[in-house]
C-alpha cells in the first residue's frame, strides 16, 4: 500500500490542490496528520478537500484551538489573530467537523500518525532530545509526524546510531526517495502543505510506500501571489502574508 501523507495544509487551498495534483495516481490512501486550518485564508474549502481524500485524519493544535475545544494563550499573537479571523470563517459544519477530529496518535496498517510526537501531540519534535525518547519505545518501525513544518525526520539504526533526515532534492523533478533499513526505526515528516518552515517556500508532502520500505519526498510550486492576495483580502496579519515566501 502506498500512502499519501499530508500534513499542516493551514487553509493554503492552492498549496492544498497543487499536492493533490503532483501526487495524483502516485497513492493508494492518504492520511493527514491535522492542522488543517489556521494562517491561511481557505478553512472551509480545504477541509472539504481533506475530508474527500483522507481516509484518517487527526487533529493538529490548531485545529483544536480554532475548534474552541482549547483557548488560544499558548500561540504568539499572530497565530491568535488567525485563529480569531478562522473562527468567523468557519461555517457551522466546518467547525463541528474539526470538534469531531480523533486525537491521535492513531495506529494505521504497520505504521503510526500523530500531529507533534506520540508521547504528547502538542510537542515539536525538532531534535534529538525530543526523537529519541520516541525512537527508542517499542512501537512501530515508522512514525509520521508534522507540527514542526520541517520535512525530513530522524532515524535510529539498529546499531543504535542516531541521524537526521533531510530531503534531498535534485533539479531533475525527482521525489528525494529515502529507502527504509531493516531494523532501523523512523520518525518521517512530510513537510507542511500551507506553511513550510524548512526555507524552502514550496509545499511539502511525502508517500510512504511500505512493500518497497520507501519514503518520497515531494516539493511543489504553487500559486503564492493568490494565496497571499486571498489574505490580504481576508485582512490576516502581513507577516503571515510575507513568511510564505521565504518558508520561514
Ligand atoms: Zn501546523
Redo the contacts with the bound molecule.
Keep these: 500500500m502506498r500512502y499519501l501523507l499530508l500534513?499542516?495544509p493551514?487553509s493554503n487551498l492552492e498549496a492544498l490542490e497543487a499536492c493533490l495534483d503532483l501526487a495524483k495516481g502516485k497513492y493508494d490512501e492518504a492520511v493527514c496528520l491535522?492542522?488543517l486550518v489556521?494562517?491561511g485564508p481557505d478553512p472551509n474549502a480545504v477541509i472539504d478537500i481533506v475530508k474527500a481524500t483522507s481516509k484518517i485524519i487527526i487533529r493538529?493544535?490548531?485545529d483544536k484551538v480554532c475548534a474552541g475545544l482549547e483557548d488560544a494563550s499558548e500561540f504568539n499573537p499572530l497565530a491568535r489573530q488567525a485563529v480569531e479571523w478562522t473562527r468567523q470563517a468557519l461555517t457551522p459544519e466546518h467547525f463541528e467537523f474539526l470538534r469531531t477530529l480523533p486525537t491521535g496518535p492513531v495506529m494505521m496498517d504497520g505504521f503510526l500518525i500523530v500531529?507533534g510526537s506520540p508521547l504528547d501531540e502538542d510537542e515539536y519534535i525538532v531534535g534529538p532530545s525530543q526523537a529519541l525518547p520516541v525512537l527508542r519505545t517499542p512501537q512501530t518501525q515508522v512514525v509520521c509526524f508534522?507540527?514542526s513544518?520541517y520535512q525530513g525526520g530522524f532515524m535510529l539504526s539498529p546499531q543504535g546510531r542516531y541521524q537526521s533526515i533531510r530531503a534531498q532534492f535534485k533539479h531533475d523533478g525527482n521525489p528525494s526517495t529515502l529507502t527504509l533499513e531493516a531494523g532501523a526505526r523512523y520518525l518521517i515528516n512530510p513537510g507542511?502543505i500551507g506553511?513550510p518552515r524548512d526555507g524552502d517556500w514550496r509545499a511539502a508532502f511525502a508517500i510512504l510506500d511500505l512493500p518497497q520500505n520507501t519514503v518520497e519526498y515531494y516539493r511543489t510550486a504553487y500559486d503564492l501571489p493568490k494565496t497571499q492576495e486571498k489574505m490580504r483580502v481576508a485582512g490576516l496579519p502581513a507577516p503571515l502574508i510575507r513568511r510564505l515566501e521565504f518558508g520561514r
Excluded: L, M, V
Aim: charged share 10%; aromatic share 6%.
Design positions: 500534513s499542516d493551514h491535522g492542522d489556521g494562517y493538529g493544535n490548531h500531529h508534522g507540527h513544518h507542511s506553511q
